[in-house]
Nanobody
Framework: QVQLVESGGGPVQAGGSLRLSCAASGRTFSDYAMGWFRQATGKGREFVAAIGWNIGSTTYAASVKGRFTISRGNAKNTVYLQMNSLKPEDTAVYYC????????????????WGQGTQVTVSS
């Protein structure tokens, strides 16, 4: 059974940092692009960042570029999101997702996704 399990969320003050992790299991993900989305209460799902199977390929939403960094573990079945300089508007449930291409991740055409982890940034 394929699973994506997120962890690392929690409360943090504005200006602080968090590192989210997503552990994928049930199949090999070395040939999959992976990424992060978020959804704030009462809002739609928003793309945050994505990384290709080739770890040199990354893309970010304008709202997080320069503050967030996406990376993959050596086995490529783990993806991380380092979040720095957090703002209250970053408060959301963060979801990990996987798809066959980077474009598919960005466009929300996911093959797999996790249950999410809550990030709450207080001012």
């Amino acid at each position: 059974q394929v699973q994506l399990v997120e962890s690392g969320g929690g409360p943090v003050q504005a200006g602080g940092s968090l590192r989210l992790s997503c552990a994928a299991s049930g199949r090999t993900f070395s040939d999959y692009a992976m990424g992060w989305f978020r959804q704030a209460t009462g809002k739609g799902r928003e793309f945050v960042a994505a990384i290709g199977w080739n770890i040199g390929s990354t893309t970010y939403a304008a709202s997080v570029k320069g503050r967030f960094t996406i990376s993959r573990g050596n086995a490529k079945n783990t993806v991380y999101l380092q979040m720095n300089s957090l703002k209250p508007e970053d408060t959301a449930v963060y979801y990990c997702a996987a798809a066959s291409t980077l474009t598919a991740v960005v466009q929300g055409m996911h093959d797999y996704w996790g249950q999410g982890t809550q990030v709450t940034v207080s001012s």
